[in-house]
């Protein structure tokens, strides 16, 4: 079974900074897709950024960029030049090549502060 | 832009009352998801939907949930006798493509 991991519940950084937060997960798929959702307080479920895993460059959407290392079977998420509207939960999610459903971590709480 | 939508967005309910949470995926759309959350823990997987029929359920979906498309455009989750436990956000997701786009979820609070 696929699992996914995220090893940071909470973070903080300035506004301007750059941040990184981690995402490990486990699979034997070779066909698979990656994707980071940001979880404001409203709690609506917004996607960020997403990954396919047979596309070697790593995506990157304005200020938001991810490290894919498919043999360690890692995905960070960058947020550079962070802002105020940054701050939220952010899940990492696996999806299957031969399902559909999204398999979440467990999420990162992140800050950022004036 | 098109996004999904759900009603209501909070529900309150007795414990062992039926609830009907419902959801309008983008319209285009052909692959259909329901998930929960617990506060403060991650989101979980319930049922998939595809072509009229579940695709995929996990262990959660047990015999109390059922799920349905009744007419084209909307797509319900039904707890038949809910329980203290059932207490969650309850997210709607539709699929073109790729990307799953969540609708703002419903929360369901029994009592």
């Known amino acids: 079974a696929q699992t996914v991991t995220q090893s940071q519940p909470e973070m903080s950084v300035q506004e301007a900074e750059t941040v990184t937060l981690s995402c490990t997960y486990d699979?034997?798929?070779?066909?698979?897709?990656l994707f980071w959702y940001k979880q404001p307080p409203s709690r609506q479920m917004i996607l960020v950024i997403r990954q396919e895993a047979y596309k070697q460059q790593n995506a990157t959407e304005n200020r938001f960029s991810v490290n894919f290392q498919k043999a360690a079977k890692s995905f960070s998420l960058k947020i550079s030049d962070s802002q105020l509207g940054d701050t939220a939960m952010y899940f990492c999610a696996f999806m299957g090549g031969s399902q559909g459903n999204l398999i979440f971590g467990k999420g990162t709480k992140l800050s950022v502060k004036p | 832009e098109p996004e999904v939508t759900q009603t209501p967005s909070h529900q309150v309910t007795q414990m062992g009352q039926e609830v009907i949470l419902r959801c309008v995926p983008i319209?285009?759309?052909?692959?259909f998801y329901w998930y929960r959350q617990i506060l403060g823990q991650k989101v979980e997987f319930l049922v998939s939907f595809y072509n009229n029929e579940i695709s995929e359920k996990s262990e959660i979906f047990d015999d109390q949930f059922s799920v349905e498309r009744p007419d084209g455009s909307n797509f319900t989750l039904k707890i038949r006798s809910t329980k203290l436990e059932d207490s969650a956000m309850y997210f709607c997701?539709?699929?073109?493509?790729?990307?799953?786009?969540f609708g703002p979820g419903t929360r369901l609070t029994v009592t």
């Open positions: 997701a539709s699929r073109g493509r790729l990307v799953q786009y």
């Open positions: 699979t034997s798929e070779s066909n698979y897709y």
């Open positions: 319209s285009n759309h052909l692959y």
